[in-house]
């Protein structure tokens, strides 16, 4: 059986592989307002998905500094899996820039 943290990082995984694979390339493309709304989605599927298991339980998730319950866990890992993914996808699409002239 898989851990609490490893079960929430896990899905984060996939929240955003499935949003910046498939969902941002259909849907978003190069636009920033689409991009940031549909994050604020994917972010609030992650949270609803944790929740729905932990919400409740008094569970202490480790962040190897300390610990915090189920709804930081997930908020906080998603945005650190996620901010080399977007850097990744904003230079990809020419949202980020280069340094080249």
Known sequence: MLSPELQIILSNSLIIAIA???????????????????????????????????????????????????????LLTFMALETPVMFWYFKRNGLWPTGEH
Do not use: M
Request: glycine share 10%.
């Open 20 to 74: 910046y694979l498939a969902v941002y390339p259909r849907f978003c493309g190069a636009d920033i307002k689409k991009i940031a709304f549909n994050d604020c989605l994917a972010t609030a599927v992650a949270l609803c998905l944790a929740g729905s298991v932990f919400a409740g339980s008094e569970l202490e998730f480790s962040l190897g500094v300390g610990s915090v319950n189920w709804f930081w866990f997930t």
